[in-house]
């Protein structure tokens, strides 16, 4: 059992930072999904984390990708109506930092993963893809 959970969380690593998964729910009678993710930085230093909340995507069960209303990490609040492109934290080592994500007019539909698109640590301007799986 340990040994799985081991692979499990090894395969949610990109770039020295890990994303486990709090939870995944629908709120407001269904009409809103809230996915809580904990992110944590495995770099010595303070890491400055670049999130492209554009490109950070919701993908439901028939593959069809979501937008976000919210996203917040930490007590850094970025709305959908705000065309903020970044969400900018500072990560320190080890301590896990929440993500929150909201999707308005989600209809009852099943979440299967999601696309957390941030800026790479050693190359700024380029930008990675963690796949997070919901299941």
Do not use: C
Request: glycine share 6%; net charge negative.
């Amino acid at each position: 059992m340990a040994q799985e959970q081991g692979e499990e969380g090894a395969k949610n690593i990109t770039d020295d930072i890990q994303a486990d998964v709090k939870s995944v729910k629908t709120i407001a009678n269904g009409d809103t999904l809230s996915i809580e993710l904990f992110l944590i930085s495995y770099q010595m230093d303070p890491r400055e984390f670049k999130l492209n909340t554009f490109a950070t995507q919701i993908v439901d069960s028939e593959g069809n990708s979501h937008l976000f209303t919210t996203i917040k990490m930490g007590r850094v609040l970025v709305q959908l109506a705000d065309r903020q492109n970044y969400l900018h934290y500072l990560l320190e080592e080890d301590e896990p930092v929440p993500l929150t994500i909201h999707v308005g007019d989600w209809q009852g539909k099943k979440a299967s993963k999601i696309l957390l698109v941030f800026e790479e640590s050693t190359e700024e301007g380029k930008f990675i893809t963690q796949e997070v799986d919901l299941h």
